[in-house]
């Protein structure tokens, strides 16, 4: 229990830990509901909110300094799964269960075509590769649908997060973010079996990213879509 990340790299190290349970604080029913969990009366589905640092990070990451981004001067590390790129115990997102999902993406769109607003054309002004200012498009409600497939490979019914994860296209440098969630589903599967889930992303508020002047731009060229150990490239 905690009220954040811990290096606990004695307990992730050591053979004889199967698992570790992180309740954070959880108020008087806490007790309880770790009970649940441990005695398998409950299949845990939790994901952590924050990634979990090794103790050497707080030696480069001066409280004073608030900045998302890794600086190129002075080994400033950046925050958060967006930016930071060193060593973690365990990353944002992380989660057991007591059963196993899979994904699989039973169809995507491969290409998206967003329209501009009069006579706007993409520019380059704050990245290598192209990109569209969001208040130059005529957004909309224009987004792409995935159709994903989760099934339950285990022998106990359970409830999974499936969180989606976008990584923008090469060429934005340190300050786009290696990638960004943009959005999450909740499906409780039987085991044995497997659910569809559809999952929207907004194209203008989610694949966009914000540059070095807090301009909004969608960059243009290869996406790439995360959900679990699948990909998908549109």
């Known amino acids: 229990m905690s009220g954040g990340p811990v290096d606990i790299t004695f307990a992730q190290n050591n053979p004889r830990i199967a698992g570790i349970l992180w309740a954070g604080y959880p108020g008087q029913e806490g007790g309880a509901a770790i009970a649940d969990i441990l005695f398998g009366a409950v299949n845990p589905g939790g994901k952590l909110p924050m990634t979990w640092y090794p103790q050497e990070y707080l ?3 001066p409280m004073t300094n608030m900045a998302m981004r890794p600086s190129q001067f002075g080994g400033y590390p950046g925050r958060t799964y967006r930016f930071y790129k060193g060593p973690i115990i365990y990353p944002f997102g ?3 269960s007591y059963t196993h ?4 993406i039973a169809s995507a769109p491969k290409l998206v075509s967003i329209p501009l607003n009069g006579h706007h054309h993409s520019n380059t002004t704050n990245f290598s590769n ?5 208040t130059h498009a ?6 792409i649908t995935l159709h994903v497939y989760v099934k339950n490979v285990g022998f106990i019914d359970g409830t999974h997060t499936l969180l989606v994860f976008s990584t923008p296209p090469l060429g934005g440098g340190h300050w786009v973010p290696q990638k960004q969630l943009v959005t999450f589903e909740k499906v409780h599967v039987a085991a044995k079996a497997k659910k569809l889930v559809l999952v929207n992303i907004h194209v203008c508020k989610l ?4 540059d070095k002047l807090g301009i909004r731009r969608i ?4 996406h790439v879509i995360h959900i679990g150990d699948v990909k998908h490239y549109v």
């Open 59 to 61: 030696t480069n990451l």
């Open 94 to 96: 992380y989660g057991l």
């Open 101 to 104: 999902f899979v994904h699989t």
């Open 130 to 134: 192209k990109a569209i200012r969001v």
């Open 138 to 143: 005529r957004c909309g409600k224009l987004s």
């Open 207 to 210: 694949l966009s990213v914000v």
């Open 219 to 222: 960059p243009m060229g290869e």
